[in-house]
């Protein structure tokens, strides 16, 4: 069954780093622009930054734009997510989902099904 995979979250102190990435299952995700999301209990899903299929357009949200990278690898069908100074409201736990047009939207209704996703989390 086509699904998308993340992993790479974890604890980290604040001003630290964590590499999530995210693979695809079943599909060739480089057909496919991916959204990354974070939801937190009780908080509604947050759609913070989206890679278009060839990787030519990246957009983030101004809450993680300068700190959070996205990039793509499609010969290993996989969307990887740098982030760097992470703080602790970057709490929360990390999905990603696949969108089959070519724009890069925030509403997190606008991708396809999110991921169970990775926890993050970000404590001294």
């Known amino acids: 069954q086509a699904h998308l995979v993340e992993s790479g979250g974890g604890l980290v102190q604040p001003g630290g780093s964590l590499r999530l990435s995210c693979t695809a299952s079943g599909f060739t995700l480089k057909n496919f622009a991916v959204g990354w999301s974070r939801q937190g209990p009780g908080k509604e899903r947050e759609a913070f930054s989206c890679?278009?299929?060839?990787?030519?357009?990246?957009n983030y949200l101004d809450s993680v734009k300068g700190r959070f990278t996205l990039s793509r690898d499609n010969a290993n069908n996989a969307v990887y997510l740098q982030m760097d100074s992470l703080k602790p409201e970057d709490t929360d736990v990390y999905s990603c989902?696949?969108?089959?047009?070519?724009?890069?939207?925030?509403?997190?209704?606008?991708?396809?099904?999110w991921g169970q996703g990775t926890q993050v989390t970000v404590s001294s």
């Open positions: 890679i278009t299929s060839s990787g030519g357009q990246i």
């Open positions: 989902a696949p969108r089959a047009l070519s724009t890069c939207p925030f509403d997190p209704t606008d991708f396809g099904s």
